[in-house]
């Protein structure tokens, strides 16, 4: 085949890029839940014929090995003989897509001349898919057929006409159908979006270039990223961490375990000695923990590159069926994203000795999922508010982590800003502050999660929480030492005892009730005692860190009225320190 010319590889790789963009603008802009137009829990991508990624919007990351599992499946349930133009697919089946039934993927076949030649797709969280409660997020199930709707690669549309019984099974099994199917049509048209900004490209400079140029776009990235793997020293690595528990086994930790091997410029990550599929609803289907090694893998290589197929190419994973990543029916799959965010600090973990200059250590660990519903007093009318939270992130071996932003598998996304949740909802948020000390301290300090408090407004409400990371810290590295954890603590009333929740499905809050968030923080790196005491007195004044935490912790002392430094006191902490060590 004749070899395109370099320029023209740009362009068109960057025009796919683009249409992948619009995509998501286009979505954004016509949902109708906070959950899709604010936190932006969704994500969008361009497909070859074979399902291969050629270009993605960025979104959430976890997404990046999973979004073309599900057209993989349609293509095997479906057939390609059977896909028309104008036809558009929907599934949310856990043990082919990975996630969990809110994740709705939509996706339609790209035509030119009356030929496949790809696919747009998109994915989004639903507010509701039925279930047991609202929200489609339960830490009490213990099978699929309790968390609502499933749907396995049905065909939306066909060759262009709505499919209404299909519409119909919708609309009656889920509990906010007018949103959700706005949300549906929001979708499609982002699908819509793609597929002509696709054979628009392919009608300019023709199939044969287009293609030839997505060739080239994936041996470019893939010898790129083989370049960074060839980097890390060869050998294998290992680490292994815990989840909490399951929320049905409480006090019953999941291992996750990681065995990484490195030989030349290819990678192997084998989950197969990690937990199998529990009882709870943390599993996810193999496709997810395909993507979480996925994410980790483009974080230590090519972060800064546009994720395609070539990125992965370098890239094994063994993961044999029935684990907690690679779950198998009816393994409940709501909480499918607590297991992947541990995992993926994990495998950082596993390369910590290897590749230290690039490792941080581990951050808060979890989305922590606050849904909260009832029916609003001043209309009467059901709402549900969901959305994650923001915790702290590990420091690195050359700065302080990063405070309060989503976890690392949930990419873009973000909480409600507080003006929308009170104007929306019958909510009022009490505080929205950093949480002081939450920090693993070191020589650079892990970054801080926060707190966030709503005050539940004249009726009585409902609370399904799920937060990960309350039992095991997220730890240090080289010396530094673990953040606190991420919990939940609800104050009914003024003279009643607070309440500590991390895992509960439907729980019962009454009027003028609080629900108070405290996300984790990021753990530290180094040792805290080699923290420049300077920047120790910054951190108290800025509110980050307690004087008690900067004595007992860093070995500084500071006077709390001054915010001065004692030196003297100071230096003989540091030496008790130093003598201790020895």
Same mark, same amino acid.
């Given at each position: 085949?004749?070899?395109?010319?370099?320029?023209?590889?740009?362009?068109?790789?960057?025009?796919?890029?683009?249409?992948?963009?619009?995509?998501?603008?286009?979505?954004?802009?016509?949902?109708?839940?906070?959950?899709?137009?604010?936190?932006?829990?969704?994500?969008?991508?361009?497909?070859?014929?074979?399902? /291969?990624?050629?270009?993605?919007?960025?979104? =959430?990351?976890?997404?990046?090995?999973?979004?073309?599992?599900?057209?993989?499946?349609?293509?095997?349930?479906?057939?390609?003989?059977?896909?028309?133009?104008?036809?558009?697919?929907?599934?949310?089946?856990?043990?082919?897509?990975?996630?969990? =039934?809110?994740?709705?993927?939509?996706?339609?076949?790209?035509?030119?001349?009356? *030929? =496949? @030649? !790809?696919?747009?797709?998109?994915?989004?969280?639903?507010?509701?898919?039925?279930?047991?409660?609202?929200?489609?997020?339960?830490?009490?199930?213990?099978?699929?057929?309790?968390?609502?709707?499933?749907?396995?690669?049905?065909?939306?549309?066909?060759?262009?006409?709505?499919?209404?019984? +299909?519409?119909?099974?919708?609309?009656?099994?889920?509990?906010?159908?007018?949103?959700?199917?706005?949300?549906?049509?929001?979708? +499609?048209?982002?699908?819509?979006?793609?597929?002509?900004?696709?054979?628009?490209?392919?009608?300019?400079?023709?199939?044969? #270039?287009?293609?030839?140029?997505?060739?080239?776009?994936?041996?470019?990235?893939?010898?790129? #990223?083989?370049? *960074?793997?060839?980097?890390?020293?060869?050998?294998?690595? *290992?680490?292994?961490?815990?989840?909490?528990?399951?929320?049905?086994?409480?006090?019953?930790?999941?291992?996750?375990? @990681?065995? =990484?091997?490195?030989?030349?410029?290819?990678?192997?990550?084998?989950?197969?000695?990690? $937990?199998?599929?529990?009882?709870? $609803?943390?599993? $996810?289907?193999?496709?997810?923990? +395909?993507?979480?090694?996925?994410?980790?893998?483009?974080?230590?290589?090519?972060?800064?590159?546009?994720? /395609?197929?070539? $990125?992965?190419?370098?890239?094994?994973?063994?993961?044999?069926?029935?684990?907690?990543?690679?779950?198998?029916?009816?393994?409940?799959?709501?909480?499918?994203?607590?297991?992947?965010? #541990?995992?993926?600090?994990?495998?950082?973990?596993?390369?910590?000795?290897?590749?230290?200059?690039?490792?941080?250590?581990?951050?808060?660990?979890?989305?922590?999922?606050?849904?909260?519903?009832?029916?609003?007093?001043?209309?009467?009318?059901?709402?549900?508010?969901?959305?994650?939270?923001?915790?702290?992130? !590990?420091?690195?071996?050359?700065?302080?982590?990063?405070?309060?932003?989503?976890?690392?598998?949930?990419?873009?996304?973000? /909480?409600?800003?507080?003006?929308?949740?009170?104007?929306?909802?019958?909510?009022?948020?009490?505080?929205?502050?950093?949480?002081?000390?939450? %920090?693993?301290?070191?020589?650079?300090?892990?970054?801080?999660?926060?707190?966030?408090?709503?005050?539940?407004?004249?009726?009585?409400? %409902?609370?399904?929480?799920?937060?990960?990371?309350?039992?095991?810290?997220?730890?240090?590295?080289?010396? %530094?030492?673990?953040?606190?954890?991420?919990?939940?603590?609800?104050?009914?009333?003024?003279?009643?005892?607070?309440?500590?929740?991390?895992?509960?499905?439907?729980?019962?809050?009454?009027?003028?009730?609080?629900?108070?968030?405290?996300?984790?923080?990021?753990?530290?790196?180094?040792?805290?005692?080699?923290?420049?005491?300077?920047?120790?007195?910054?951190? +108290?004044?800025? !509110?980050?860190?307690?004087?008690?935490?900067?004595?007992?912790?860093?070995?500084?002392?500071?006077?709390? *009225?001054?915010?001065?430094?004692?030196?003297?006191?100071?230096?003989?902490?540091?030496?008790?320190?130093?003598?201790?060590?020895?």
């Amino acid at each position: 085949m004749r070899k395109v010319d370099p320029v023209t590889v740009e362009i068109v790789r960057n025009a796919l890029v683009a249409a992948a963009d619009e995509m998501k603008i286009n979505l954004a802009r016509t949902a109708y839940s906070t959950i899709i137009y604010e936190v932006l829990d969704f994500s969008v991508g361009i497909f070859d014929g074979d399902a /291969n990624i050629i270009a993605q919007a960025s979104g =959430l990351p976890l997404f990046l090995g999973n979004l073309g599992a599900a057209i993989e499946d349609g293509i095997k349930v479906i057939g390609k003989d059977n896909l028309k133009r104008g036809d558009v697919v929907v599934t949310n089946d856990p043990y082919t897509t990975g996630t969990h =039934l809110c994740d709705m993927t939509i996706y339609s076949p790209v035509f030119f001349e009356a *030929e =496949l @030649v !790809g696919f747009a797709a998109t994915r989004a969280h639903w507010l509701d898919v039925g279930g047991k409660g609202p929200g489609g997020w339960f830490t009490d199930s213990t099978e699929v057929y309790q968390e609502g709707l499933r749907l396995r690669s049905v065909k939306l549309y066909d060759r262009g006409k709505p499919n209404e019984d +299909v519409l119909r099974i919708i609309r009656h099994n889920i509990r906010f159908p007018d949103s959700s199917l706005g949300d549906m049509r929001a979708q +499609v048209a982002a699908c819509r979006t793609g597929e002509r900004r696709f054979a628009d490209l392919i009608k300019k400079y023709g199939k044969q #270039t287009v293609f030839r140029c997505i060739d080239e776009i994936f041996r470019h990235d893939e010898l790129l #990223t083989r370049s *960074e793997v060839d980097k890390i020293p060869d050998g294998t690595y *290992e680490a292994d961490s815990f989840l909490d528990d399951d929320g049905i086994d409480f006090g019953k930790p999941i291992q996750v375990k @990681v065995r =990484l091997k490195v030989d030349g410029s290819e990678m192997t990550i084998d989950l197969s000695e990690s $937990s199998r599929q529990v009882k709870g $609803s943390v599993n $996810s289907g193999l496709a997810s923990g +395909v993507s979480a090694c996925r994410v980790a893998f483009k974080c230590i290589t090519t972060p800064f590159l546009p994720v /395609n197929q070539g $990125s992965f190419k370098p890239l094994n994973v063994v993961l044999p069926l029935g684990t907690v990543f690679s779950a198998v029916e009816p393994a409940p799959c709501s909480t499918y994203g607590l297991p992947l965010m #541990t995992l993926i600090d994990t495998i950082f973990k596993a390369l910590a000795s290897a590749i230290p200059d690039k490792i941080p250590a581990a951050h808060y660990g979890d989305v922590c999922a606050t849904f909260i519903y009832g029916s609003d007093p001043r209309n009467n009318r059901p709402y549900l508010q969901v959305e994650p939270e923001g915790g702290g992130w !590990g420091a690195r071996p050359f700065e302080d982590g990063e405070n309060v932003l989503i976890a690392i598998a949930d990419g873009d996304t973000y /909480n409600v800003p507080v003006e929308i949740v009170e104007t929306r909802y019958p909510l009022m948020i009490e505080e929205y502050s950093l949480r002081q000390d939450s %920090g693993g301290p070191g020589r650079f300090r892990g970054g801080l999660g926060h707190i966030r408090t709503y005050r539940i407004l004249d009726h009585d409400a %409902g609370i399904t929480v799920s937060y990960e990371r309350s039992k095991c810290s997220p730890w240090g590295l080289f010396g %530094g030492k673990p953040a606190k954890v991420n919990q939940v603590i609800v104050k009914q009333t003024e003279t009643e005892p607070e309440i500590v929740l991390n895992k509960a499905t439907n729980f019962r809050l009454k009027p003028s009730s609080r629900l108070v968030c405290l996300t984790g923080g990021g753990g530290g790196y180094g040792n805290p005692f080699e923290r420049n005491p300077e920047l120790v007195r910054l951190d +108290v004044l800025r !509110g980050y860190v307690s004087i008690k935490s900067a004595r007992e912790d860093y070995g500084v002392v500071i006077d709390h *009225e001054s915010f001065e430094i004692d030196w003297i006191k100071t230096k003989e902490l540091k030496q008790i320190a130093h003598k201790m060590e020895v």
